[in-house]
Nanobody, 124 residues
């Protein structure tokens, strides 16, 4: 049984940092593309960042330069370091794993397994 779980969310002030963690079990982590998505109330789920099993990393324009992913296949973990947080980063953040994800990594329908999400709230 595959399980994906996120942790590390919280409430912070604008300009602060948070580190989210994603851990997966029940799959060969190194063979999966892992992505971070977020969804704010009333909005569609959007891609944030991802790490391909081939080794590439991708970021949404809105977070590039502020967010960094780090992947450790030996530990089945992919973290999302979020710096210089803004109120518009407020959302529920989800980790997802997919075996056959296209090169852009940004299509949620291509991911097979999802966590329950962790809430990030940034106040001004």
């Amino acid at each position: 049984q595959v399980q994906v779980a996120e942790s590390g969310g919280g409430s912070v002030q604008a300009g602060d940092s948070l580190r989210l963690s994603c851990v997966a079990s029940g799959l060969i982590f190194g063979r999966y593309t892992v992505g971070w998505f977020r969804q704010a109330p009333g909005k569609e789920r959007e891609f944030v960042a991802g790490g391909s099993w081939r080794g590439g990393t991708y970021y949404a324009d809105s977070v590039r330069g502020r967010f960094t992913i780090s992947r450790d296949d030996a530990k089945n973990i992919m973290d999302l370091q979020m710096n210089s947080l803004k109120p518009e980063d407020t959302a529920r953040y989800y980790c997802a794993a997919g075996a056959y994800v296209s090169a852009s990594l940004n299509r949620p329908q291509e991911y097979d397994y999802w966590g329950q999400g962790t809430q990030v709230t940034v106040s001004s």
